[in-house]
Each structure stands twice: as C-alpha cells, then as structure tokens.
C-alpha cells in the first residue's frame, strides 16, 4: 500500500479482555516495528521484525504482550488480560531496511488507540 | 538507557521567531534522525543526519550533530503556527537494529 496502515483506530476494552491490533507496512518494507506511546510522553520500543531474522522482543513489557508477522508482511500484536496501564496509543512503522541512507527511517501509521476500563 | 532526551520538553515562541530544540543520547550512533508528531499520532520524518556529518539543513530545518558531546540541535527559523507539534530525535546504535526515540519536546507556536 501507500502507507502504513493501522487497524482498529481506536478500540476500547474491559480489564481482562484480549486484544489484537494490525498492521499493514509498506508493501516491499522488510523491517517492521512496534512501540507504544503513553499520553505526553515518548516512544516505547516494543517489537522489531526484519525480513527472516528472529524478532528483537527486548522491549515487550510482560509475557502479556506477543507479535507476529505472517509472510513477511501483516503483523499482529496481541495484548491478552489487558490492564489500565496498558491504554496507550500503539504505533506501527516500516521501513525498507536495506543498506542505504534511507534504510531505517521509518514510515509511521496513524496509531490504534487502546484504552482499557 | 539508550533513549535520547530532548531539552526542553516544552517551548512556546512567536510565531516568525527561530526555535531550537536539543537532544543528548549515550552510546556511539551510526545516524540520528529528527521526527515530529502532530495529534498524539502517528509520526512523520524530517531529516536524517549520519554520524561522519555535522549540519544538515532541509527548508527551515537545520540540524547539527556533536559527536564528541552525543548531542544534536534542531533549529526551526521563521517559525509558522502550523510548526506547532511534537518533535523527537530518535537514534540508530551501532550493532543495533532498531530506532531510540526521546521522550519528545513540545512546540507551540503562537500567532
């Protein structure tokens, strides 16, 4: 696609309830990252894939949270037993991730906005 | 940590007045990249500037990089209302494979 697409905008939950949020990159993009942005404040790495390679999972918070990406393509983040603190807006970014100036500059979606009661 | 901090974290400044907005980070980097946020969105890059570079300039953007300091500035001139968001510097480690971003400085313009 054009760009990098997020899906739902914006999902309110209970306590307790999975959720899944999904991402749609770039087509032709190898690298794909997740990171979660609490209100006011910045960017909290999550999850990165690229290409093949084993994800870097170092920044998911709790055995709660888990990505994948199908086909190198589509990746899902799925938050089971979501708490309070869990409400942030999630972005999604892609980038080509070759080995050039503009590799990982990232392309960022519009967000999915969790909020948990 | 290898997250950026960006100073201030708010600035408030007529509109037509220069904004600068710095950012320090901990470890050797390959390249260091600007990128603002409108809404609590999503986020749009502005500039890339490699670790062999030292200014770099885009439009009204000018960007520098002091690697001896691990510390980066950029300078918004003539600024407009419409530059009022939130900016980020986010940086690329070496031996690393993702992006660190800042906590963020919050630009208002006022018209």
């Known amino acids: 696609g054009a760009g990098v697409s997020q899906s739902p905008s914006n999902k309110v939950t209970e306590k307790g309830k999975d959720v899944e949020l999904r991402c749609d990159p770039i087509?032709?993009?190898?690298?794909l990252y997740w990171y979660r942005q609490s209100l006011g404040q910045g960017l909290e790495f999550l999850i990165y894939?690229?290409?093949?390679?084993?994800?870097?999972k170092s920044g998911l918070p709790s055995d709660r949270f888990s990505a994948e990406r199908t086909g190198g393509s589509v990746s899902t983040l799925t938050i089971q037993r979501t708490q309070q603190e869990d409400s942030a807006v999630y972005l999604c970014?892609?980038?080509?991730?070759?080995?050039?100036?503009?590799?990982?500059?990232?392309?960022f979606g519009a967000g999915s906005r969790l909020t948990v009661l | 940590s290898q997250q950026g901090e960006e100073d201030p974290q708010a600035l408030s400044i007529q509109e037509g007045e220069n904004a600068t907005m710095n950012c320090s980070y901990k470890?050797?980097?390959?390249?260091l990249q600007w990128y603002r946020q409108n809404s609590g969105r999503g986020l749009v890059h502005l500039i890339l500037?490699?670790?062999?570079?030292r200014e770099k300039h885009s439009g009204r953007l000018r960007v520098t990089l002091d690697t001896s300091k691990k510390s980066s500035s950029l300078l918004i001139t003539a600024s407009r209302a419409a530059d009022t968001a939130s900016y980020f510097c986010?940086?690329?480690?070496?031996?690393?494979?993702?992006?660190?971003f800042g906590q963020g400085t919050r630009l208002t313009i006022n018209p």
């Open positions: 970014a892609s980038s080509s991730g070759q080995r050039s100036l503009g590799a990982n500059v990232l392309t």
């Open positions: 087509s032709g993009h190898t690298a």
């Open positions: 894939f690229q290409g093949n390679s084993a994800p870097d």
């Open positions: 470890t050797s980097i390959n390249n």
């Open positions: 500037i490699r670790s062999n570079e």
């Open positions: 986010a940086t690329y480690h070496q031996g690393a494979q993702k992006l660190v």
